[in-house]
């Protein structure tokens, strides 16, 4: 699935499921939220905080999963209602991004290992 085919899934799940999209600072703040539950995820996985009960770490990289979804999908109805094309803007991001560090990486000692 194309980044284009995900907002036009999104904006006709929104309009037949969802009844209309919530309005855009409603969508920033849960975007914010569905962050939130990644890097509670992420620093329990991979950083030194613990799972308040063992069993929740079975289930961690699924949950993981589900929740990057989520930020994804409230991420493309926010690019739907402001008119982003988030294929055409990663792909200038990328562009920007190898022309301004194409040595910047290549040339930082912290990357080495």
């Known amino acids: ?3 284009q085919d995900a907002q036009q899934r999104v904006d006709e799940w929104i309009k037949t499921i969802g009844v209309r999209y919530f ?3 409603t969508n920033t703040a849960m975007l914010t939220e569905e962050v939130g539950e990644v890097a509670r995820i992420m620093s329990r996985v991979y950083g030194e905080q ?7 770490a079975a289930s961690a990289k699924e949950d993981l999963a589900d929740e990057m979804a989520d ?10 209602q402001t ?11 990328l562009d920007k991004k190898t022309k301004r560090d194409k040595d910047r ?6 990357l080495k290992s």
Do not use: W, Y
Not at 51 to 56: N, V
Not at 84 to 89: F, I, N, P, Q, T
């Open 71 to 80: 930020v994804l999908f409230v991420l493309i109805c926010l690019a739907n």
């Open 1 to 3: 699935m194309t980044l």
């Open 105 to 110: 990486h290549q040339n930082n000692d912290k």
């Open 23 to 25: 309005n855009e600072l």
């Open 50 to 56: 613990s799972f308040k009960r063992p069993e929740d």
């Open 83 to 93: 008119g982003v094309d988030l294929e055409a803007a990663l792909v200038k991001n």
